[in-house]
Every structure is written in C-alpha cells, then in structure tokens.
C-alpha cells in the first residue's frame, strides 16, 4: 500500500506542480468520464478544452466569462489564506448586481452622477454590505461565516427574484422576469469591436496584481497570512484576528460585488433572475487552482472560463447536459487537495503489516 | 392544525437525516461540509432506483448507499491525504451537485407513486389526532428511530465513547491505542448514509420527483442545526423540526392571512438559520464543538 510520509520542509516543486497534475488527472478522470456517457474522449475533450480558442469571438467569450471569476477568485484567495471561509461570494456578486441596477436604472441620463464609475462602485459597496453580516457575526458573537454567507446567498437570490418579478420588472417586458434595460452609460465600454469584452477585464487584471503584491509585500498581507497559517503566533504578535476577518470579508465581498455589477452592466445589460451568480461558486475552485494566491487565481480563472465556455460548446455540438462541467469542477478541486498533499508529504510504497 | 403540524414532520424528517450523521461525524472529530452533495446524489440515485424497481425501500437503500459512496471520497481526501477539511467538504457538495444533475438530467419531471402509509389508515381514524402520529411513512419513524439509538450510542454505549474520545482529542486517543482514523471513518461514512436518506426523502416522499439542486440548501441548514443544537442529538431533533416548521409558512402563511411577498416567505428558513446563529451563540447552556472538530490528524505512529 501507499503512504504518506512527512517531508522536512515542504516541497517547493510540488508547490508548483500540484495545479498542473491535478489539471492532467481531472483530464484523464474526465476521458473516463465521456467515453462513460458514449462520447469518442478524444472529440468531446477537444470541444471542451480546444473549441473556445476555436474563433476570436469565442476567446474574448473566454475573456468575458473570466473577468467575475478571476475578481472574485483573487478576493477569496486572500479570505482562504487568512482561514476565513467565505463561500457566499455568489450572494454577495448577486448584491453586486442589484446595487449596480439601482443605479443604471433610477439614475437620469442627465445627471452628473450618469457614469459607469457609479453603478460599478454602488455595486461593490452592496457586496461589502451582504459579506460584513457574517463578518459582523463572527467577530462579535463567535457565528461560524460558512453557514451565515451561504444562508445569505440564498436569500439575495430571493431578493433578486422579487425585485424582477415586482417593482422592478419592466412593465412592457412582455411578462418576462426582467428590468428595463440599462442606459447606455451604464455599460462599460468595449475593448474589442464585435465581442463582448469590456474594460472589466483590466479591473481583473489589477485586482489580482494588486493583491498578489500585497499579500506579498504589506504588513497587512504577513498579518493575513500569519492569522490563517498560525494564529497562536498571530496573538502574540499582537495582530488583531477581528481585524482580519473585516478586512478579508470586506474585500472578497467587495470583489464579488464589483464583479456582479459588472456583469449586470456590462454583459447581461439589465436584471434577471438569473445573472450567473453561479460564478461565486466556481470562484472557490478558482482560488484553489492559484493555490490561494491572487496572482495564481487570475490563471485559475481562465482555466475554468476555457472550461466553462468548452462545456456551453459541448452542450450544442456533442448533446452533453449542462451539469458535465460541474463534476468536472468538483473533480478537479477532489485532484487539486489530493495533490496538496504532496507538498507536505512524500508517498512511500511500503509493504502491508499488521497493526 | 392538524394539517400543519403533519406537514412540520414530513418537512422535518430530511433535515434529522442530515443533522444526525453530520452530528455523528463531528462529535468524532470531522467537519463535511459536503452534507447537501451528499443529499442531492442520495436522491437522485434512490429516484432512479424506485422508479425503475418500483419499491421505495430499495430506492432509500440506493440512496443511502450512494451517500455512503460520497462520504467515502470525502474521507479519502479529509483523512487519506489529510486535505483541509472545509475544501473538501466544498468540492464534496460542487461534484455532488454537478454529479446528481448529470445522472438525473432524464428523469427530470417524471412522477414517482409517493411512499404509503406505514401503518393502516384505520388506526389513524380510530383515534383523535391520529393522523399526527400514525399518517406517515416508514421513513419518518426511521427518522425518529435513529435520533433515539444515536442519542443512546453517544451517551452510553462504550463504542460511543471512543467516537466521543476521537473527536476531543484525537493525540490522546491515539496514545490509549484507539483507532482514530477508522473511528473517524466509519463516522463520516455513517454520515454519509444518513445524508443520503435525506435527500432519498426528499425524492421518494416529501415530494417524489427529481428535480436538480432540489435540496435547496437543506444539507447546510442541517450543518447550522448541529451547531445549534450545540451537538446534542435531543435539542438537534427540536431544532429539526422548528426549522421544518418555519420552511411550512411558505405554504400556509398566505392562507392564515400573513401578507407578504411569497419569495420573504421562501427565503424564511434561511434567515431564521442566521437568526438561530446569532442568538444562541456564545451561550455557555449551548453546548460546546469537539475539541478537535476539524483538526487534521495524522498518526506519529
């Protein structure tokens, strides 16, 4: 049998590795996968992993579908890091969007106010809003955030719904769950003529350059990194843990708000019930693949964008349900943690012995 | 009221499902957070079994062993490869939603006959407010049946002990020559098989049919009853059913004449689980977490 044995230090190589062999198995797994439903797995792997490079609109698609997922992967990279859980990250992006709505929709045309920076920036406060309720909770009374940012995940979506199928709705949407649409200064504008790739992708970009320096290089990215990694050294530097919960919360709640509001703004263009808040799930997974580093996120966003866009392509052309691409996320995450532990562990074939 | 209070114990029976194998498994020291993942493919598989056997009893054994199977990944990764337990639990509950909506995806909106009765109707007749108690299917008695030998099994029975032992410190365990690691197995797989019940309850009673993410957050509402609960089984069993009750208003508020959008009273259950949260937090009366719930461990030797 295999076993684990500890190694001295961890291994700088696996560190590295580990994405990349999780990536390789989840691509086995997922050959087995497809030939289990009858697909050829050489064909259904080429439409989920090769057809989104396939045309130039198809990877600005990649683009547009990575944007959420790197902001809010970068976000929650720093939140996991500081061993602060928050998994409503698709709450708080669905707040994101409702903030962002308020002000595409009742903001006049004619006022100074009628700028992107304003829905985006109302977004992103809505978001800090919906995560500092569990940040609030744990800090004051000791509420585990898992469950009261899940919790609240449902309830925005709720929210979100009676707010498009009542006061909301456009009155001439011929009965369909949906706002007007926005004004035209409410969307970002486009990077490339013909797609639907917007300046968000720049935001993106920032986001995750900007944390990664700063959990690198700030006093407040060693406090975060202590309070996650070894918070009885955390106490007696002094480091305040209530500190860190708000600020990782604030933050991941104020990407994923940022992140909904522009997808409401900029890429679906008015509410819906549905405005991909799903993303804040996948945003976990993305935060893993960059190993819970901000930077590492942003390549772990495009990974599952590639992915995601691969699996609507696999849907029209091979007839494959929807759901494929989450067994393949799950799967992926499975092999990611498993390959984690070879970081930390050496696996040694041994002989069985009775115990 | 007789109505509603039947409807409080159907609604209840999936939630103690969940509640009490995630309470077995944390009282030994193991935090999944996979618990709706697990009840989304128990229901799915004991739907697809049902309805092509046509018994609902082997469909709740499909389901049950399909929770088991799931609880046996997650233990492959939380206690073979001592990965963090919250991203196990987290990937546990992704794949089980993907998995249950692929293997479902052609059974969506198939009608299943719903389970019987346990007990013959005239029983329920012959006695006032028999429905209450003899209306309902084998299931639910299962239900109630567990949280009783479970609360027996970890106040007095010796094997209960050891769970306990497990759970609260695992190094000492370990030096008295416990077997921690299986204890911790067998406890999540256990957890497993009642996750799996729930969801089966969902699909085969509480209304029999297949429908994706179907659980609607009922497996981390169980999560949040165990902590209320302050994993105790007797005070999780109330919990269960309060909850059920306040998941009921939905569909009975608007008849009592409590007017209000119909998504506040959906979204209910979960603010009431924030609200429980809060208020019972912090109480010494509470109940206290394993000492070592979620703590990897790794024997020396």
């Known amino acids: 049998m295999i076993r684990l044995e500890p190694r001295a230090a961890p291994s700088k190589l696996m560190a590295t590795l580990s994405p990349l062999i999780a990536i390789l198995l989840t691509l086995i797994a997922g050959a087995l996968l497809f030939a289990a439903l009858g697909q050829n797995p050489w064909r259904a792997l080429r439409v989920y992993f090769l057809s989104p490079f396939d045309d130039a609109y198809m990877r600005a698609e990649v683009l547009v579908k990575a944007v959420p997922l790197a902001l809010m992967g970068a976000g929650l990279a720093v939140c996991f890091r500081a061993n602060v859980w928050n998994i409503g990250a698709a709450g708080q992006f669905t707040l994101g969007a409702i903030g962002a709505g308020a002000a595409a929709l009742f903001i006049p045309a004619e006022s100074p106010f009628a700028m992107l920076a304003v829905p985006l920036i109302a977004g992103a406060l809505c978001g800090m809003a919906w995560a500092a309720v569990p940040a609030a909770l744990r800090t004051r009374l000791g509420v585990n955030e898992i469950l009261v940012s899940l919790m609240l995940t449902y309830v925005a979506a709720l929210l979100l719904d009676w707010l498009v199928r009542g006061p909301w709705r456009n009155p001439r949407g011929f009965g369909f769950p949906q706002t007007n649409a926005f004004p035209d200064w409410a969307h970002a504008p486009i990077l490339v003529e013909g797609t639907r790739l917007h300046v968000g992708a720049f935001l993106a970009v920032a986001a995750a350059l900007g944390l990664g320096l700063m959990m690198s290089r700030t006093l407040r990215g060693l406090r975060l990194r202590v309070t996650g990694g070894a918070p009885r050294a955390a106490r007696f530097a002094g480091f305040s843990a209530a500190g860190d919960v708000w600020f990782a919360l604030l933050l991941s709640g104020g990407l994923a708000g940022l992140a909904g509001a522009l997808e409401a703004t900029s890429t679906v263009g008015r509410l819906q019930p549905e405005i991909g808040a799903q993303a804040g799930f996948t945003a976990i997974i993305v935060a893993f693949l960059g190993r819970l580093n901000p930077i590492g996120a942003l390549l772990g966003a495009l990974v599952l964008a590639v992915s995601a866009i691969g699996g609507e392509n696999a849907q029209i052309l091979l007839n494959l349900p929807k759901n494929v691409a989450g067994v393949f996320q799950g799967m992926l995450l499975f092999f990611l943690l498993a390959c984690d532990a070879l970081i930390n562990y050496r696996p040694r074939l041994v002989a069985r012995r009775r115990a | ?301």
Not at chain 2, 276 to 292: E, F, K
Request: hydrophobic share 60%; glycine share 14%.
């Open chain 2, 1 to 301: 009221m007789e109505a509603f209070f039947a409807a409080m114990i159907v609604a209840a029976t999936p939630l103690l499902f969940a509640a009490l194998g995630e309470l077995v498994a944390e009282r030994s020291g193991v935090l999944n957070l996979g618990v709706e993942g697990m009840m989304l493919v128990g229901a799915v598989c004991a739907f697809i079994v049902a309805l092509s056997t046509g018994s609902t009893a082997l469909g709740a054994f499909a389901g049950a062993a399909a929770g088991v199977a799931m609880a046996g990944l997650f233990a492959l990764l939380a206690l073979g490869f001592s990965a963090n337990q919250a991203a196990a639990g987290l990937a546990l509950t992704i794949f089980g939603g993907g998995l249950s909506g692929l293997l479902g995806a052609s059974y969506v909106g198939v009608p299943l006959p719903k389970a019987q009765p346990l007990f013959p109707a005239s029983w329920a007749e012959a006695i006032p407010y028999g429905k209450a108690i003899f209306g309902y299917d084998a299931m639910v008695y299962l239900a109630w049946a567990s949280a009783a030998a479970i609360w027996w099994f970890l106040a007095r029975a010796r094997s209960g002990l050891k769970l306990r032992a497990a759970g609260d410190n695992a190094e000492s365990g370990h030096a008295l020559g416990l077997p921690v690691l299986r204890i911790r197995l067998l406890a999540v797989l256990f957890g497993g098989a009642m996750a799996g019940l729930g969801g089966a309850y969902l699909s085969l009673a509480y209304t029999p049919m297949w429908g994706e993410g179907m659980t609607a957050g009922r497996g981390w509402i169980a999560l949040a009853l165990v902590v209320f609960a302050g994993w105790r089984v007797g005070w999780a069993a109330a919990g269960a059913v309060l909850f059920a009750a306040v998941t009921q208003l939905q569909f009975y508020a608007q008849g009592w004449g409590w007017r209000a959008p119909s998504q506040f009273w959906a979204a209910a259950p979960y603010l009431a689980t924030i609200l429980a949260l809060a208020l019972l937090a912090g109480r010494r009366t509470a109940g206290s977490a394993p000492a070592a719930l979620g703590r990897i461990f790794r024997p020396s030797s």
